[in-house]
């Protein structure tokens, strides 16, 4: 993925995906641009949109306090026929300009490598 121009994004897949793979991805672009969308036309708040929760943990869709205004199987499963092969992350959103301010190794140390 880069970003060639301002506000734009460009994807540039390999050949060894399949075309059910770049038929997957198209049909996850396609609900996100409809979720972005709704917050576009103010149906859905940006705080309370699927975009800005996610990704969804299985942890957190298997709480007993669910506060968000979608449902689980919105957050879980946005698209159709996608729980056959659902990867769930460990964790929700990354902070990557935290990581990238607070670096740190976890490789040995480099004596070890002597």
């Avoid at 957190?60 to 159709?80: C, E, G, H, I, V």
Wanted: aromatic share 8%.
């Amino acid at each position: 993925m880069s970003f060639p121009v301002s506000g734009t994004l460009m994807i540039e897949p390999t050949e060894s995906e399949s075309l059910a793979e770049l038929d997957r991805f198209c049909e996850a672009m396609i609900v996100i641009k409809a979720e972005i969308d709704q917050v576009a036309n103010g149906s859905v708040s940006a705080e309370d949109s699927v975009l800005r929760h996610a990704p969804h943990t299985a942890q957190a869709l298997m709480d007993d306090q669910w506060d968000r205004p979608y449902s689980r199987s919105t957050a879980a499963f946005p698209l159709p026929g996608m729980s056959a092969d659902k990867f769930f992350p460990p964790v929700g959103r990354v902070d990557n300009a935290w990581g990238d301010r607070h670096l740190s190794c976890s490789c040995p140390p480099l004596e070890s490598y002597s």
